[in-house]
């Protein structure tokens, strides 16, 4: 084991990632006790905690799990210990504060997010996976899986709330939900990591409200684009 720790470590120097051999035996020895101190229930809640909030701030997510890892607060399992090495910290801290701000400003926001589309939803299915690692092949694919759809149904879901949310020409509606999403991720990783079972019934809830939330803004924002499109059809007419 020491000896494939070192190859781990050496690998980590030829990118750039410089880790100390002695660190690298901790994480592996925390990363070996929180194996064994998560019983499935846990391990579940926290491969779609991870994958939930990643479709509402991934950066958020990577920096927290990561910060709880490197505090003690909480022991990583093997497929995500490197998220609390300290170049990992510190891009996901850098671009952590870059999207609270972003999702501030009301098109931006719209904006960032179809931007990081293609990012969150495969992050949150890896995320996930890692949950599990390579050890147990067949519970990180199903992991992944349930990652990669609940990052794509709270995508969705706040996708179509912030348009939604940006045809009123106040921000003050736009700035609110955003910190509800702040709070919504710090949320949902201390209670999946904390209380798993209420998690479980608290994601349940949130998916029953997200169908809800969709289908009645999806309608709102097509009679939206059906007002928009009669108005420069008006236009047109007008100028013939």
């Known amino acids: ?117 293609f990012i969150r939803v495969p992050a949150g299915a890896l995320l996930a996976a890692g949950v599990f690692g390579a050890d147990n092949a067949s519970m990180a694919l199903a992991a992944g899986l349930l990652g990669g759809t609940l990052s794509a149904t709270s995508l969705a879901t706040k996708m179509t709330t912030r348009a939604a949310v940006n045809t009123s020409p106040e921000p003050f509606s736009n700035w609110g939900l955003s910190f509800l999403e702040d709070g919504l991720v710090v949320g949902a990783v201390w209670l999946a990591t904390q209380h798993p079972v209420a998690f479980g019934f608290a994601l349940v809830f949130a998916l029953i409200l997200s169908v809800i939330v969709l289908i009645v803004l999806f309608k709102f924002l097509r009679a939206v684009w059906r007002r928009v499109s009669g108005l420069f059809s008006d236009s047109e007419r007008t100028v013939v």
């Open 1 to 117: 084991m020491d000896a494939l720790w070192l190859q781990f470590v050496q690998w980590l120097h030829t990118v750039g990632l410089h880790l100390d051999p002695d660190m690298a035996r901790n994480v592996a020895e925390g990363a070996r006790q929180a194996t064994a101190s998560l019983d499935m229930t846990s391990m579940l809640a926290l491969a779609a905690a991870l994958g939930w909030a990643s479709g509402f701030r991934l950066y958020a997510v990577v920096f927290l799990v990561g910060a709880m890892g490197a505090a003690g607060w909480f022991p990583l399992p093997p497929g995500l210990s490197v998220l609390q090495h300290p170049v990992v910290l510190a891009v996901s801290g850098f671009m952590l504060v870059v999207e609270f701000f972003a999702d501030k400003v009301p098109w931006v926001d719209s904006l960032w997010d179809s931007i990081n589309a």
